[in-house]
């Protein structure tokens, strides 16, 4: 497939793009190439922008490595403003501004307090002399988000100008010094006092625009070259024709949707990350269908609001719906266009100016100076209707916060209409008020105000019903004397009435005989009604008659499905016959199939051997054909394929590589191998994976024989086996297996542990608690011994966990490339210790050293190998090595058992598995090649001879780890001592001739 979850996106979204990420950044090549002069022939550049239009981007991902290729040195991109070490008080430093962008150019490993006294050319002049550079060597000093200058430690503002004498004073001594300042448009300004104090006065600058529509095109277009997958013809041209969209007023008040002149970048990696995440995965051409289904701006651009929003609720603590209320109210106006928000000291249009900060943060607002004030503004018109969608849906959601919101507005309202009767609550909607009021505690005296005077209005209406209602009873008991006077002229009448009646009685006698006669008409009708019957009765008959005639057919029917049944049942039992049949024919095919494999891999190998002395690389390629054959055969062929595939691996060792690289191939999975684990003490070997088997192996002599298989009901994602023989596997589908003895494939224990994938597992064994970390961001803890759940609790983001040894410490790794570090009270549950920026990116696996509780090792999605020293009683982690040489993710680590070794293997993405020697760390690692699809898992044999590693092609392959362990692989294999003209020829010279079966 082309397009698969398990690649990463080629668009970063809202955050700006870091280093190392320049094969995905378009649109700046003009910009770039200008920067680049300005700086080679200028002491001092200053690059100013609007926040959001790329700054930091545009430096991080294209101007530092093309500096770096014109033979500048780069150090740290450095800020005024940063967290002080511990241990280091402000009232110490002699100025917070030069200390802050020293700390930032020193990196790691430097004595902090050493600095706080130190100036900006003194510091220069000893980082020189550590990097054995002399004065001539070029250097750029880069100063990000410069803008901090001015809103960073305001009660020390007199340090300013020294720290601009300072940086006058180090480019005057330092001829080849550059400075680079990157700072925001709107503080351009507030620079200008301070201007006159550089050699230059800071007369070279470059302002960067936003994206015009060609740029914006090739920044949508430009990170998909290097992938499978393109946009369709006139498909990306109309994406970015959404983005220019903006909406102006007219000077007759109507507002117009028109195209403007740039696109925001943050916009447009906002949407364009969206539409590739929504993509399916076998996406090979972006059309306008996906485009109108999954790349709707508009819903892009509501969620990254929605995602501003509660960043900002978070950090500030402002509700939301105030905050949805001030971009409603202030920045867009009642036309739908832009309007602008003016900051005060604290506030801005009502709201803290420690919200409106954390918007700008997000590129979704941008400021500006107006008039010697700060006003606000969002930076594209293009998020008004997301905005206004978003607060509609938001509004119509019932809540808390929405009946806040409803009352303070319908509260506004009353205000607004004089304090009357107008916008007064009902008396139901005034009993749920109350509730809310009561249940939230709230402190608004506003709406406290506005509920009391509806509770007053609703009294006072009350006292005026029950007034009207005195007024009515009165009515009535008036109108009920006049009823008895009525009644009593009534009863006069009745007897007049009396009399009416009597002479009405003998019409009555008249009427009953005329209903005599009346009755001798209707027995006439009674007749006639006695012979219909007659017919209906013969009518019966008839259907009777018929209904027999369907009995007899239904039975002739029932006869015919019995029939219709032997035939299907006869149908069947062919069709299972032919089944029967197709199975037999495929086991001859496959024996037939094996057969020809057999053959091919055996004249494969042949080939490739007889090619060694002329072609390598024809014997390569033949070998690792006839290696493939082989794969199935566990290199039954004992002496032409073994042999000539081990001449031919030798050809694949690479300078560094100390002895030959060539593995063995194991295939009884169906799916990815994700996890494996060899016994401690025993024979055994357990692969589990995809495919949802659990496979046990017999280990010995270097190779491993297939024993049984346990299927279980989901894939297993991760796997975990204890000292003590005891078996844990995690699934997809959230349950967790247990075997209490790995010896016994009996029927394991299962518990639901996840609403989701497990990611990933740890044992202490010391108080029998088993950790899991899954997909529902959820961290269990469960006490195997009694089986009873110990803790469940939110753990967002989890990538990887692990156990220290002791079982004193829990370390769970995450998404943002931090490590948190726990400690486990049964009392108290989990508590914090410390925590750790050990990556960039996500951190896939922490393992700690078998033979040394503070050693750890760490890897990442950014290729990154990292080795710590830890002291676990302050909380400290120190880095001992970084290993660079992974070209993808490393997703597997294993530390070699052998006493006498401190070797740590890798795996990952780029189809390798590396050796680091951490007794010698600048040595080159061990490379083992042979995998063609991700290692996904690591594990060595007791004695560390061996490594397996579990492959995403259904494959295990076994490497010997040692030089001397060839001889006893070969002997298992050829079963006899190779001469050493054999030797040479199969094995090379780098390696000592020996014995491969002195025995026999």
Known sequence: MVHESIKKTPYVGPRPFERGEHNIFFGRDREVSELLSLIISHQTVLLFAQSGAGKSSLVNAMLIPQ??????????????????????DAKDISNLFVYNTLVGWAGENVDYKKLTRMTITDFLTDYRRQRQENEHTPYVLIIDQFEEFFTAYTERWTERREFFHQLAAALKSDTPLRVFLVIREDYIAQLEPYN????????????????????????????????EVKFGEGVAESLVDELLKINVETLDGETLEVRGEYVEPVQLQVVCQSLWNALPPDTQVITTDHLQKFGDIDQALQLFYENSLQTAVQQTHVKEGELRNWFKNKLITPAGTRGNAYRGETETEGIANAAVDVFVAQHLVRGEIRGGSRWYELTHDRFIDPILK??????????DEQMHQKLREQAARWRASGRGTEGILSEAELIEAEVWLEQSGSDDEEIKDYISACRREIQIEKARQLRRRYVVVLFMLILSIAAIVFAVIQWGQASRNAKIAQVQRQDAEDARAEAVEALSVADSA??????????????????????????????????????????????????????????????????????NISNMANLL??????????????????GRQAFLFDSQQMYRHKNDVYLSLLAVYNTLIADNVTHPVYPLLYTRHDDWVRALSFQHQGDLFV???????????????????????????????????GTDNRLFCGCVDGTLF??????????????????????????????????????????????????????????????????????????????????????????????????????????????????ADTIVATCSDNGDVKVWHVNWDTGVWQRRHWFVGHTGPVNALAFSPKEDENILASGGADKKVRLWDLERPDNLPIVLEGPERWVLSLGFSPDGEMLAAGIGDRSIYLWPTHPGFIADIICEHVSRNLSKDEWTFYIGRSIEYQQTCPQR
């Open 67 to 88: 500096l770096e290729e014109e033979e500048l040195y780069i150090p740290p991109v450095t800020r005024v403003k940063s967290i002080l070490p511990e241990g280091i």
């Open 196 to 227: 006159d104090l550089l050699p230059d006065k800071l007369r070279t600058r470059y302002r960067l625009e936003g994206l015009k529509r060609n740029s914006a095109l090739v920044a949508v277009t430009g990170p998909l070259r290097m992938s």
């Open 390 to 399: 978003s607060n509609r849906e938001w509004a119509e959601a019932a809540g």
């Open 526 to 595: 009674r007749i006639e009604a006695d012979s219909a019957r007659v017919a209906a009765d013969l009518a019966r008959k008839r259907m009777e008659e018929a209904l027999a005639d369907a009995v007899v057919a239904r039975e002739e029917a029932v006869r015919q499905r019995e029939i219709a049944q032997e035939q299907t049942r006869m149908a069947q039992k062919a069709e299972g016959e032919a089944i029967v049949a197709q199975r037999e024919t495929e086991k001859i095919n496959k024996e037939l199939r094996n057969v």
């Open 605 to 622: 190998a042949i080939e490739a051997r007889r090619q060694m002395r002329d072609d390598a690389e024809l014997a390569m390629l033949l």
């Open 687 to 721: 692969s589990a994976g995809n495919d949802a088997k659990l496979l046990r192996w017999r280990y010995a002599d270097g190779m491993l024989s297939p024993r049984d298989a346990l299927e279980t009901n989901a894939s297993i994602s991760c796997m975990l086996l």
């Open 738 to 851: 247990f075997l209490p003895d790995i010896q016994q494939f009996g029927s394991p224990k299962v518990w639901p542990a996840h609403n989701g994938s497990i990611i990933d597992m740890a044992f202490d064994s010391f108080q029998n608690i088993l950790a899991t970390i899954g997909r529902d961001g959820m961290i269990v803890l469960r006490d195997v011994a009694n089986d009873s759940l110990v803790l469940q609790q939110p753990l967002k983001n989890a990538a990887s966990v692990c156990y220290s040894p002791d079982g004193r410490t829990l370390c769970a790794g995450l998404e943002n490339g931090q490590i948190h570090s726990y400690t486990f009270d049964r009392s108290s549950g989990l508590v914090r210790e410390h925590t750790l920026s050990a990556h960039n990116e996500t951190v896939n696996v922490i393992l700690f050293h078998p033979r």
